[in-house]
């Protein structure tokens, strides 16, 4: 599978942006899916999850109740909506998928990244 992220661009602190990740391949209703974000001299940070069948997800702390992670299998495209943004939040996020299924095992497949800045 193929993954294409986009949607990062320049916010103001509080705004919102809705990233998106698109899969080629017929196979994308199977993946678990993540995303994850690095900020410059930081490490990479795991930041939401989605099963295949999008019935369960999970959140880092830092974003619990400001991001919202979907999918649309029929689409092959899974989201993230990110509000009340804060200047923490700037960061290069990435999206990935896993061939278990779930959010909580290997990640095998790459997008590119895209730059999220959120000025104060």
């Known amino acids: 599978v193929q993954l294409q992220a986009s949607g990062g661009g320049l916010v103001q602190a509080g705004g919102s942006l809705r990233l998106s990740c698109a899969a080629s391949?017929?196979?994308?209703?199977?993946?678990?899916m993540g995303w994850f974000r690095q900020a410059a001299g930081k490490e990479r940070e795991f930041v939401s999850g989605?099963?295949?069948?999008?019935?369960?997800?999970y959140y880092a702390d830092s974003v619990k109740g400001r991001f919202t992670i979907s999918r649309d299998n029929a689409k092959n495209t899974v989201y993230l909506q990110m509000n009340s943004l804060k200047p923490e939040d700037t960061a290069v996020y990435y999206c990935?998928?896993?061939?278990?299924?779930?959010?909580?095992?290997?990640?095998?497949?790459w997008g590119q990244g895209t730059q999220v800045t959120v000025s104060s």
């Open positions: 990935a998928a896993s061939e278990s299924g779930t959010y909580y095992h290997e990640y095998e497949h």
């Open positions: 391949g017929r196979t994308f209703s199977s993946y678990g």
């Open positions: 989605i099963t295949w069948s999008g019935g369960i997800t």
